[in-house]
Nanobody
Framework: QVQLVESGGGLVQAGNSLRLSCAAS????????MAWFRQAPGKEREFVAR????????YYTDSVKGRFTISRDNALNTMYLQMNSLKPEDTAVYYC????????????WGQGTQVTVSS
């Protein structure tokens, strides 16, 4: 069982930065591939970025490439999303998710943290 808790959301002006954190419980954090998703009002949840268990590979949706950086610290059981050059269209609730390495479905989800970018 893995419990995930996001933090770091808030209200920022366009062009500014935020760093989200996702703290995970458990002793096998490195066994999980982690990801960030987001859901804007009236829209479906969408994939933002993911990172392998070791942290060696990262993947991003096209709209955030070059602006967002996903990372993790397995010693601290924490994943991060550094968001730079934020745009109003980045406004959403951001969720972290975990899946066991080798599986396809994200089984564990956090409660979400709100990010609002004003123009």
């Amino acid at each position: 069982q893995v419990q995930l808790v996001e933090s770091g959301g808030g209200l920022v002006q366009a062009g500014n930065s935020l760093r989200l954190s996702c703290a995970a419980s458990g002793r096998t954090f490195s066994s999980y591939s982690m990801a960030w998703f987001r859901q804007a009002p009236g829209k479906e949840r969408e994939f933002v970025a993911r990172i392998t268990g070791s942290g060696g590979s990262q993947y991003y949706t096209d709209s955030v490439k070059g602006r967002f950086t996903i990372s993790r610290d397995n010693a601290l059981n924490t994943m991060y999303l550094q968001m730079n050059s934020l745009k109003p269209e980045d406004t959403a609730v951001y969720y972290c998710a975990a899946r066991r390495t080798g599986t396809n479905d994200y089984t564990y989800w956090g409660q979400g943290t709100q990010v609002t970018v004003s123009s």
